[in-house]
Nanobody
Framework: QVQLVESGGGLVHAGGSLKLSCAAS????????MGWFRQAPWKEREFLER????????YYTDSVKVRFTISRDNAKSTVELQMNSLKPEDAAGYYC?????????????WGQGTQVTVSS
């Protein structure tokens, strides 16, 4: 089992940057594809990005492709999301998740989330 804890959220002005971090428990971190999602009030959860077990094979959704960057450090059991050029519409709860599936698209474990607020 994996426990995930996100951090790094907060309030930022539009155009600013934030780096979110997700720390995983356990010693099997590199068995999981890691993903970032977000969910704004009254909206469905939105997939953002995922990164392969060894840091390759990243995939970004179009809405954040140029502005957000996912990375991982298997030695530290962390995955990060660097967010640049933030917009008010990026405000949401941000969640990391771990997938043990072969394709890395079915997520087994979720963090509690960290809130991002973007002022205009």
């Amino acid at each position: 089992q994996v426990q995930l804890v996100e951090s790094g959220g907060g309030l930022v002005h539009a155009g600013g940057s934030l780096k979110l971090s997700c720390a995983a428990s356990g010693r099997t971190f590199n068995r999981y594809v890691m993903g970032w999602f977000r969910q704004a009030p009254w909206k469905e959860r939105e997939f953002l990005e995922r990164i392969g077990r060894n840091g390759g094979l990243t995939y970004y959704t179009d809405s954040v492709k140029v502005r957000f960057t996912i990375s991982r450090d298997n030695a530290k059991s962390t995955v990060e999301l660097q967010m640049n050029s933030l917009k008010p519409e990026d405000a949401a709860g941000y969640y990391c998740a771990a997938s043990a599936s072969l394709g890395g698209t079915a997520y087994d474990y979720w963090g509690q989330g960290t809130q991002v607020t973007v002022s205009s």
